[in-house]
């Protein structure tokens, strides 16, 4: 039996790694030897962990799990013939797991910016930019995100690594004595960013910004960006030296050319056990698929594992034909430590609850704590916590 992960993020080493220990034999396919773990990443651009230090590299994750890895980049999905096309080989299979992540919606001007949830090396980019600003002692930085108006769950962690950025600069600029040479302002087009994290956690955005004097701009379309402004539909602009904007989630284009059922966006339409709708043999996990009937929730690397769990065992329940089952819609549920640089809020929204609770310093060590913890735990040198 041939099985086949494609993508090596939070979903598809997870999925590898629970196939591996149903005992199945299993090949991953991604275009990098390492998996990026986003969410540390926003302490890049501020200089308090290195791009070597966000890595995972996929070849170590093969010698403590046992899965095979391809480095290839995947060009064509071909589910009609069962083999995906690569830049270098054609690999057949009889499973397919898909966990490629996603795409961005597309915005006049947006190389005019930059993301931290783009491609890594962004990251990095954002640093020197930003030491540049600094060198100079002044200058306007804006820091925004984006949705997609055809999929309420696109929006990556609901804003929630474009408010770290931003408070992290500001502790940042802070921390070299300029922040009063700075002006920091926090954009985006809806009226009220960050509500899908919850009513509660909006209200209490409002004391972040006043605690880390950062403007704000709501409410107003975003027409283009230029290299020097973001302009606005109705033709006012907003002055920005560096750009950080998070753009909405877009389903990616080798997903799109695919006869796979998708939403408008372009994310895969799964069942609640993960699998691909009228597909018995293709699972979609992770930011790739569709999350329908809960608009509140959001794409997560915490859900993304959730449903590498979910498939696999569905997978392998059904190979066994024991009839068992699991549903990766009674598990969702946002959960997040948004970190602000000296601190952190805890924030958990499920379909019932909505909670934000502000953890001044401790909060920080708490996310700095789930970093290590992450790899630690997947290179197999510390156990399991349940959930996490
Ligand atoms: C800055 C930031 C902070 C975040 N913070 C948090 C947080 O605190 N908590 C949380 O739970 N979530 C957080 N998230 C969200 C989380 O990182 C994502 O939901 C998660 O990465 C999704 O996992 P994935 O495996 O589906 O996709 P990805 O992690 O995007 O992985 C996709 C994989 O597919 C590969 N790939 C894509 N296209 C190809 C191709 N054509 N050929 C070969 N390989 C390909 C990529 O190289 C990559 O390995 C954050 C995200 C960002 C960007």
């Known amino acids: 039996m041939k099985i086949l992960v494609l993508g090596g993020g939070f979903a598809g080493i997870e999925t590898a790694i629970k196939l591996r220990k149903y005992g199945y034999e299993v090949t991953l396919i991604s275009e990098r030897d390492y998996m990026f773990i986003y969410p540390i990443s926003i302490w890049i651009p501020v200089s308090k962990i290195s791009f070597e230090d966000t890595k995972l590299n996929l070849f170590e994750l093969q010698k403590k799990h046992g899965f095979n890895v391809i480095i290839e980049k995947i060009t064509k999905i071909d589910t009609n013939n069962q083999q995906i096309i690569t830049d270098k080989n054609t690999h057949k299979y009889d499973y397919l797991f898909i966990a490629l992540g996603m795409s961005k919606v597309h915005i006049k001007g947006l190389e005019n910016t930059h993301s931290i949830c783009g491609k890594p090396d962004e990251a990095t980019i954002i640093k020197d930019k930003l030491n540049q600003l600094v060198e100079k002692g002044t200058g306007n930085i804006t820091v925004g995100f984006g949705g997609n108006p055809n999929d309420p769950t696109a929006t990556t962690m609901r804003g929630g690594p474009a408010f770290e950025l931003l408070f992290n600069i500001s502790h940042f600029i802070k921390n070299k004595g300029l922040r009063d040479k700075f002006i920091i302002t926090f954009f985006a087009p809806m009226a009220e960013p960050g509500k899908r994290m919850g009513k509660k956690a909006f209200q209490k955005m409002g004391g972040f910004f006043e605690r880390y004097h950062v403007k704000t701009h709501f409410g107003k379309k975003i027409k283009e960006f230029t290299k020097d402004a973001i302009v606005f539909a109705d033709e006012t602009k907003l002055k920005s030296d560096l750009t950080l904007y998070i753009s909405g989630g877009d389903g990616l284009p080798i997903i799109k050319e695919t006869s796979l059922p998708q939403n408008e966006t372009g994310f895969v339409k799964i069942n ?33 594992e959730v449903m590498a769990d979910v498939s696999t065992y569905n997978f392998h329940n059904m190979i066994i034909a024991s009839g068992k089952r699991k549903s990766y819609w009674e598990k969702l549920h946002i959960i997040c430590v948004m970190d602000s640089g000296d601190g952190a809020a805890f924030v958990v929204r499920t379909s019932k609850k909505e909670i934000m609770i502000p953890l001044p310093i401790v909060g920080h060590w708490l996310k700095k704590g789930w970093g290590w913890y992450y790899k630690q735990s997947k290179m197999k040198r510390m156990f399991r916590i349940p959930g996490m």
């Open 272 to 304: 609640e056990l993960c699998r691909v709708e009228n597909e018995d043999n293709i699972y979609v996990i992770g930011d790739a698929a569709a999350i329908r009937n809960h608009p509140w929730a959001a794409k997560q690397g915490h859900i993304a």
